[in-house]
């Protein structure tokens, strides 16, 4: 596939002997033009080209916003700058706004090529690299934590959450080695994850809040989880009442996934959609970010804004969308969620009210219990990636064998 290239410059001479330097390169193909800052952030965000030349002059925004709105909007858009007098001190600040390249005008015609090459593939590896995110490794010294969030009550996260920990568990004990994946429920007032699993818990945060004011370490925290039997998840509850919730401190939160990590290689956390102290100590902590969102208008927003928020703190790969109830049919496209988020779906989850109601009425996580369900096979799907076991999640293999799932869940 040819490198798609915008050209952002006011002066239409300036654009044509552009053009004209890139046209004799077959690999290379002008998707557009863009006259002012405004319109080429319109343009990237429709196109999503993977080189942005762009004139450091632009009128209507400076270069500077535009670089960054770029970088936040197509992080995988690669821009080039040029400039007509390249002096150090704004070729810095030009790539400490998320600049790949800055070139001084007028380049000459090999300059320009190779400029394009470079910064085309950086993007593309960065792009996989975002496409991928973090995998999971079974044989570490510190376990990693993975939270699932959304702004959105409803989103589904609890239902996510407990599915991937139990499928995850079930995949790690396939080998007959012991799991060693957590779940922690944290709806500090309305939590739910017992009901989902049909846990009978002796013990949830609370008491773990109180017995641990002095310091939690991990035997202390052992007697606090409860155990899933049918897949070897450990989880610790959320209490049973909410007026409990205003006794665990964010100091407690992260005591219990810091000592989580030393025993468990995996830890995955449930958290509601209010972005407290306690919520946000986990984000901080977590190795990766599921950002659940749906196809209906008020979530998508919802999701933008908390994507916004989120990437100013951490990396972008860190942070994974997911697409629940993908398959609704509402007048929203995933091409639209993609491009209103400008982020690559990590995974799509249909919507199917008879399995999961009836799996959370019963208690009975689906990817356990009715693991042939296209809503299960995506969520063990999702699970095989991040454990860094892509080949056996293909539907492929799984065909060969007679069915992945019945091997695994038999
Ligand atoms: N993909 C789906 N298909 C059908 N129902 C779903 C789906 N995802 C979530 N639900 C339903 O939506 C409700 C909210 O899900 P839940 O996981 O509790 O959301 P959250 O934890 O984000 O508030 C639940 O009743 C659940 O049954
Ligand atoms: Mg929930």
């Known amino acids: 596939m040819a490198i798609s290239v915008l050209i952002a410059d006011a002066k239409p001479a300036s654009r044509q002997e552009l053009q004209s330097q890139l046209e004799r390169d077959r690999s290379i193909e002008v998707v557009s033009e863009a006259s002012d800052g405004r319109q080429a952030i319109d343009q990237v965000r429709a196109l999503r080209p993977s080189v942005v030349l762009l004139d450091s002059a632009i009128p209507g925004l400076d270069s500077i916003s535009v670089i960054e709105q770029i970088d936040t909007l197509s992080p995988e858009t690669a821009v080039i700058v040029l400039i007509e007098a390249a002096d150090m001190d704004s070729m810095r600040r030009l790539m400490r706004a998320g600049a790949r390249d800055c ?115 991990a035997e202390l925290l052992e007697q606090y989880l409860t155990l899933h039997t049918e897949s070897g998840l450990r989880v610790l509850v959320a209490p049973s009442t909410p007026q409990y919730a205003e006794s665990i401190t964010v100091y407690t939160v992260e005591q219990v996934v810091e000592t989580l990590r030393e025993n468990y290689d995996i830890i995955i956390v449930d958290t509601p959609s209010q972005l407290q102290d306690t919520t946000l100590a986990v984000l901080d902590a977590a ?103 892509e080949s056996e999640a293909s539907e492929e293999v799984a065909a060969k064998n007679g069915g992945f799932l019945k091997k695994l869940f038999k």
Do not use: W
Request: aromatic share 2%; net charge neutral; glycine share 8%.
């Open 103 to 217: 070139m001084a005008r007028p380049p000459s015609q090999d300059e320009l090529l190779s400029a394009i090459k470079a910064a085309h593939q950086s993007g593309a590896k960065q792009r996989d690299a975002a496409l991928a995110g973090p995998t999971f490794e079974s044989t570490k010294a510190q376990g990693d934590i993975i939270a699932v969030y959304s702004p959105q009550g409803g989103a589904g996260k609890s239902m996510l959450s407990a599915n991937l920990a139990v499928a995850m568990s079930k995949i790690m004990g396939e080998g007959g080695t012991a799991p060693r994946i957590a779940l922690v429920d944290l709806n500090l007032q309305f939590g739910d994850i017992d009901l989902m699993l049909n846990l009978s818990p002796q013990n949830t945060i609370a008491g773990l809040a109180q017995k641990g004011h002095g310091g939690i370490d």
């Open 287 to 389: 190795k990766m970010i599921i950002l659940l969102t749906s196809l209906d208008l008020l979530a998508l927003h919802k999701t933008r804004t908390a994507l916004e928020m989120l990437r100013q703190l951490y990396a972008p790969e860190k942070i994974q969308v997911v697409l629940n109830r993908a398959n609704s049919d509402v007048g929203i496209s995933l091409a639209d969620v993609e491009n209103v988020l400008g982020v690559p779906m990590r995974a799509q989850i249909p919507s199917d009210g008879k399995v999961v109601v009836t799996s959370i009425n019963e208690g009975k996580p689906f990817v356990l219990f009715n693991a042939q369900t296209v809503i299960a096979r995506q969520i063990i799907k999702l699970a095989m990636e991040l454990l860094g076991r």
